[in-house]
């Protein structure tokens, strides 16, 4: 059976040294896979050196495929494999050489592939794997240049973080992100979740001697919260919604405040929800909160953690925009319309979006972790907002299809009911001040660049 050879090359402003270094720390990998393919680390032992493994589980819709791996050739500085042991291809080989050149670092992608079924060079299925690896590597190209030039201008002191709700979309894009800056991490995870050596569980009715563990820890960052965009919002969900925030977070901050050694800092999730139905209003964190259920729960969430404040612990608020996700979050649930050709503004279109790439809703947190300037609300949004009209040309135009299919207020709320008002058909037009002012730099500051890089295209 003839084999396919795909070849990637990418250029880097760094010693060979240092990008085979980034290539060894723990959470590389996630840090790599683009935010389009829905692949799980099942499992990773022994690193990249020769005889190390990674078991992958990739998501296909309705269909889980399992990858096995295993590292050879390795060769520090240079070079190392993964050669497939079983999984979906026939057989692959990717090598992976680092090397030095006066611009600084070459990467070299060398992947022999063979097809289980259809192994003619040229055939559908094969220019189908062959743009997926394109598209994989420019993602892999454009992370990879600059966090290694982040990694050149920041000066970090490692810390020991314990986060919550790591496995939501925040915090799968965030961990990776921390683990590659040098940082040591620890999941808290709910009690009957599904938990792992170094894991810290904890009760979901929220007891503030679950949190005994962390004493010592350096940081927490607290994520976790019942999905707000899951499901319709029945009265019990709201009850779900608001309990998960607000009496979690209460516990957490009198549990943190009662130890004798406290973090440092508390990074605590919040929402712009926190400013309601505000039209073209330019807001930034010393605006005042709006009316409505997520302003209130927004409150709440916020004032539970008076507990660690007064303990004197930093206590950051992320007040989070729309996130540019494929992966979760609002884009994730416009993509399948606009694909098809059915997509268009909702209600008139003129309400503001707020919003905020998933690389720089990570970065902006760990932004929050090592700047100790950086207290209290925080909004973590892109520099310009834009109209629902205008975001929708952009994802029109980075998938290249016509978006002529408005959603009218009416039909909005007959499918969401209460939730289309605080989601979709509110305006905020938020401002990320603090950010901008302690000099947090946006990865991805304009919309359709921003979504060019999320899914690829």
Not at 38 to 50: F, I, K
Request: glycine share 10%.
């Amino acid at each position: 059976m003839k084999s396919e050879i795909f070849q990637y090359k990418t250029v880097l402003a760094a010693s060979p040294e240092e990008v085979f270094a980034w290539h060894k720390k723990p959470g590389a990998f996630e840090a790599l896979c683009p935010p389009w393919m829905d692949v799980d680390v099942v499992q990773s032992a022994g690193g990249l050196r020769t005889g190390g493994k990674v078991s992958l589980k990739i998501h296909c819709g309705p269909i889980n495929v399992d990858w096995h791996l295993e590292h050879r050739n390795y060769i520090e500085g240079e070079q190392f494999q993964d050669v497939q042991t079983s999984g979906p291809f026939a057989a692959w080989e990717h090598t992976h050489k680092f090397n030095n050149t006066d611009r600084g670092c070459v990467l070299e992608d060398h992947i022999e592939f063979q097809m289980p079924v259809i192994s003619v060079p040229g055939t559908p299925v094969s220019g189908l794997i062959r743009e997926e690896l394109r598209r994989m590597f420019a993602y892999r190209k454009d992370v990879l240049t600059k966090q290694l030039s982040l990694n050149k201008m920041e000066r970090i002191e490692p810390m020991n973080i314990a986060i919550s709700g790591s496995h939501g979309l925040v915090g799968a894009a965030l961990l990776p992100l921390l683990t590659t800056k040098g940082h040591s991490v620890k999941r808290l995870v709910r009690s009957g979740g599904a938990a792992s050596n170094g894991d810290i569980s904890y009760s979901p009715n929220g007891s503030a001697s679950d949190f005994s563990a962390l004493n010592g820890i350096d940081a927490v960052v607290h994520l976790a919260g019942e999905g707000i965009a899951s499901s319709r919002w029945t009265e019990q969900k709201k009850i779900q919604i608001r309990d998960s925030r607000v009496n979690v977070t209460r516990a957490l901050s009198e549990g943190l405040a009662k130890l004798a050694n406290p973090p440092k800092v508390l990074i605590c999730a919040s929402a712009i929800g926190f400013y309601g139905d505000r039209g073209a209003e330019e807001l930034d964190e010393n605006s005042s909160s709006g009316e409505g259920f997520l302003a209130e729960v927004c409150r709440e969430w916020e004032a539970a953690t008076s507990a660690a404040e007064a303990a004197g612990i930093r206590v950051v608020h992320l007040r989070t925009g729309i996130i540019m996700s494929p992966k979760g979050g609002a884009l994730a649930q416009m993509l399948t319309p606009f694909q098809m050709g059915a997509g268009g503004p909702i209600g008139n279109g003129k309400q503001y979006m707020s919003w905020i790439a998933i690389d720089d809703e990570a970065g902006a947190i760990h932004h929050c972790l090592t700047h100790d300037n950086v207290k209290g609300a925080v909004n973590l949004v892109a520099p310009q907002a834009v109209t629902n009209n205008e975001f929708t040309k952009a994802l029109g135009k980075v998938l290249h299809r016509p978006t002529f299919c408005p959603v009218p207020d009416f039909a909005a709320r007959l499918v969401f009911g209460e939730m289309a008002d605080a989601l979709l058909l509110s305006s905020a037009r938020v401002k990320p001040a603090k950010l901008l002012s302690s000099g947090y730099e946006f990865l991805y500051p304009e919309i359709e660049g921003a979504l060019h890089h999320v899914l690829g295209r």
